[in-house]
T-cell receptor, first 115, second 113 residues
Framework: AQSVAQPEDQVNVAEGNPLTVKCTYS??????LFWYVQYPNRGLQFLLK??????LVKGSYGFEAEFNKSQTSFHLKKPSALVSDSALYFC?????????????FGPGTRLSVLP | DAGVIQSPRHEVTEMGQEVTLRCKPI?????LFWYRQTMMRGLELLIY????????DSGMPEDRFSAKMPNASFSTLKIQPSEPRDSAVYFC???????????FGPGTRLTVT
């Protein structure tokens, strides 16, 4: 069965500094990988996904993520953090076929961007 | 499109009562997902539908939980009887295809006393 780990419960970064939110995964075969963001009292919003091709994926709000197959990682990054980026971030993995396995979300990482 | 619509937004009920949560997916989306979010367990996939047919309900915690999708524009998640440990935020999400991004509703905050 697939699984997702987000090793940091909380990430603090100063506004204007680069940010990284880490994600590692375990899945049989090739994965589809996703990042979602959740603001307080809201549903999750899609940020970006990796399907195939270029390992660097660009998404919404200036976020990007790098797929590293050898390290089974899909870390979320942004060159310059904004206070408005403060939210809960979820990494998710899905197998490429939908037989017997489902989407799995990580536990979430709370990002705080300090002014 | 108005996005995924869920009702009610908040529900407070007493233990033993029946609870019905409702969801209207985005028009044209073939997949509908029900999730539960708690502090202890995070975000859990309960069940998902493809073209109104339940595909996998292995995440449904107990027989007290049931979900239906009578047509492409409506789904319900029912808990009968409800228990305090069912207190959580329940999200509905829909997507065009299996590996497309999911669009989440605002959630229903359920409190069972």
């Amino acid at each position: 069965a697939q699984s997702v780990a987000q090793p940091e419960d909380q990430v603090n970064v100063a506004e204007g500094n680069p940010l990284t939110v880490k994600c590692t995964y375990s899945v049989s075969g090739n994965p589809y990988l996703f990042w979602y963001v959740q603001y307080p009292n809201r549903g999750l919003q899609f940020l970006l996904k990796y399907i195939t091709g270029d390992n660097l994926v660009k998404g919404s709000y200036g976020f990007e993520a790098e797929f590293n197959k050898s390290q089974t990682s899909f870390h979320l990054k942004k060159p310059s953090a904004l206070v408005s980026d403060s939210a809960l971030y979820f990494c998710a993995v899905s197998p490429r076929d939908n037989y017997g396995q489902n989407f799995v979300f990580g536990p979430g990482t709370r990002l705080s961007v300090l002014p | 499109d108005a996005g995924v619509i869920q009702s009610p937004r908040h529900e407070v009920t007493e233990m033993g009562q029946e609870v019905t949560l409702r969801c209207k997916p985005i028009s044209g989306h073939d997949y509908l997902f029900w999730y539960r979010q708690t502090m202890m367990r995070g975000l859990e996939l309960l069940i998902y539908f493809n073209n109104n047919v339940p595909i996998d309900d292995s995440g449904m915690p107990e027989d007290r939980f049931s979900a239906k999708m009578p047509n492409a524009s409506f789904s319900t998640l029912k808990i009968q009887p409800s228990e305090p440990r069912d207190s959580a935020v329940y999200f509905c999400a829909s997507s065009l295809a299996w590996l497309d991004e999911q669009y989440f509703g605002p959630g229903t905050r359920l409190t069972v006393t």
